[in-house]
């Protein structure tokens, strides 16, 4: 059994490890993730982090019309970026970015509607909960055992998190930035539409 406690040391302990500037370039997990056409005319950019209530919220009810109204109809690219709380949420960041990157945005859409089975049980096996979830989305267990302690992604994704708040000054999860606009918190759907219409 992997309590939270134990697996959040291990995770630790895994950074540790010494890494360098041309993994961010060499490696395909850390190419940007996104959803949406690539032409659309509204790019919005999501902070977020997996282990935050508030961005689960969001994702369970408001990234569905989101998807379906905004991104599904050309209007909008969402493009995800990590920003970790804690860290087990830097652990999970990389395991979600070692699935295929079209399942990605499923992937964390579960994730975020699973949350309370493995960020918030304290009784629960975190490791054994994300291998059932990571399984499902078709990743092998040797994958995933790579993935949950892989330092020098997680060192990455830190890095990535850093140059987010360098350049939009983000501090809370979930933000999203409209064009220049940085706005954050779990806003509704009419409120991140109007955003969008707002946005040039």
Request: with cysteine; glycine share 4%; net charge positive.
């Amino acid at each position: 059994m992997t309590p939270r406690r134990s697996f959040l040391t291990l995770a630790a302990g895994a950074l540790v490890l010494p890494t360098t500037a041309a993994l961010a370039q060499e490696d395909p997990r850390l190419a940007e993730r996104a959803i949406g056409k690539p032409d659309a005319p509204v790019t919005v950019l999501e902070f977020f982090s997996l282990t935050c209530g508030h961005c689960a919220a969001f994702s369970r009810e408001t990234f569905p019309r989101v998807k379906q109204e905004l991104v599904d109809t050309g209007r909008i690219r969402l493009v995800y970026r990590d920003f970790p709380l804690d860290q087990l949420a830097l652990a999970v960041a990389g395991l979600a970015r070692s699935v295929p990157a079209d399942r990605y945005s499923a992937f964390v859409s579960t994730l975020f509607a699973t949350q309370d089975r493995w960020a918030f049980n304290r009784n629960a096996d975190v490791k054994a909960e994300l291998w059932k979830l990571a399984a499902v989305a078709g990743m092998d267990r040797e994958t995933f055992e790579k993935a949950i302690v892989d330092a020098p992604l997680q060192r990455a994704i830190l890095e990535q998190r850093a140059a987010g708040q360098r350049e939009f000054n983000v501090s809370s999860t979930p933000t999203f930035v409209f064009g220049s606009r940085v706005v954050p918190g779990n806003i509704g759907f009419d409120r991140f539409a109007a955003l969008v219409a707002e946005t040039r």
